[in-house]
């Protein structure tokens, strides 16, 4: 079974950083990108940043310039390092993970359990 573990949320005053971190745990043949989501109260679940297995990384306007995806490809983890925080960015954060399954080596997706992050003005 494919699991996904984040860290790294928590209360921050305005113009500050936090560091997220997910781990994928489980057999997997392969990952094909993860990715950063997140959902404020009352409003749709939105894309944060993506991240390919070859590096490729693609951003949602409002964070450009702000936040900054990677990953540990040897340890199925992925980072979001978020600097110049604004009381916008509060939400539940979300990791997701598109992988192929070990043994039909079709294509499936895992959400994580999500993490807050609060960003006081």
């Known amino acids: 079974q494919v699991q996904l573990a984040e860290s790294g949320g928590g209360l921050v005053q305005a113009g500050g950083s936090l560091r997220l971190s997910c781990a994928l745990s489980?057999?997997?043949?392969?990952?094909?990108?993860m990715g950063w989501y997140r959902q404020a109260p009352g409003k749709q679940r939105d894309l944060v940043a993506t991240?390919?297995?070859?590096?490729?990384?693609n951003y949602a306007d409002s964070v450009k310039g702000r936040f900054t995806i990677s990953r540990d490809n040897a340890n199925n983890t992925v980072y979001l390092q978020m600097n110049s925080l604004k009381p916008e960015d509060t939400a539940v954060y979300y990791c997701k993970a598109n992988y192929r399954n070990m043994w039909t080596r079709s294509s499936s997706s895992s959400w994580g359990q999500g993490t807050q992050v609060t960003v006081s003005s």
């Open positions: 991240i390919t297995s070859g590096g490729s990384t």
């Open positions: 489980g057999r997997i043949f392969s990952i094909n990108a």
